[in-house]
């Protein structure tokens, strides 16, 4: 469709810095910034019942159809919108989250997740996927400086190096899988040097990438 915008998902385990990523390629291309879960007002409740840690912990099946109701409400209410009315959307986690954490994470089949998903969203799917990658360790270790601690991590945050090590595989996967939708970067190196190099990758595959006024 002409004048439609596009979508852009930062990607990657808890603590690998796509969020702060997310921010600024929102910022530097003068997009829409959202998020997954919790971006609607029903996303908000969605999210308490995902990630509380003091709430019941939904079974691995039932995890992935309120992760699949979160997206559906999104791309309804905030990204669709956005998208018709020509709008850039960077959105930090995207399909690409399901298949790794309750696919690859929770040991669902990828497969059935994908259409799920498909179905969720209507089929929209991200113009490219951004995986910022970083060994288990370093996020981790970002994590605990992060939170002060264990107490203030989440209930996907606090499954532990192994969880993270199936999701992180899960990632690479669908990277490897996909690399024409899909971007893979380094997230150890400096913020700052991370966010050019990622704006630098979206102008050159996007003739049509915008630039904040």
Do not use: N
Request: aromatic share 4%.
């Amino acid at each position: 469709m002409a004048g439609r915008g596009r979508l852009l998902a930062l990607e990657g385990i808890d603590g690998c810095g796509k969020s702060t990523q997310a921010r600024a390629l929102a910022d530097t291309l003068g997009a829409r910034l959202t998020r997954e879960p919790g971006a609607t007002e029903l996303g908000v409740r969605l999210r308490e019942l995902l990630l509380d840690p003091g709430a019941p912990a939904p079974a691995p099946r039932a995890e992935a159809l309120l992760m699949a109701a979160d997206r559906a409400e999104h791309v309804a209410r905030v990204i669709g919108p956005a998208l018709e009315a020509g709008e850039w959307v960077v959105s930090d986690r995207f399909a690409g989250s399901t298949v790794a954490y309750q696919g690859y994470g929770r040991g669902l089949d990828p497969t059935a997740l994908r259409a799920l998903v498909g179905w969720a969203t209507g089929g929209l799917a991200a113009d490219l996927s951004i995986l910022v990658d970083v060994p288990v360790e370093v996020a981790a270790a970002r994590l605990a400086a992060g939170a002060g601690g264990t107490a203030r991590l989440d209930r996907l945050e606090r499954l532990g190096p192994a969880f993270a090590a199936r999701v992180r595989e899960g990632f690479l996967a669908q990277a490897a899988a996909d690399p024409v939708h899909w971007l893979v970067v380094d997230g150890e190196p400096a913020v700052d040097a991370i966010a050019a190099h990622i704006v630098a990758e979206v102008r050159a595959r996007f003739s049509d990438t915008p630039t904040r006024t």
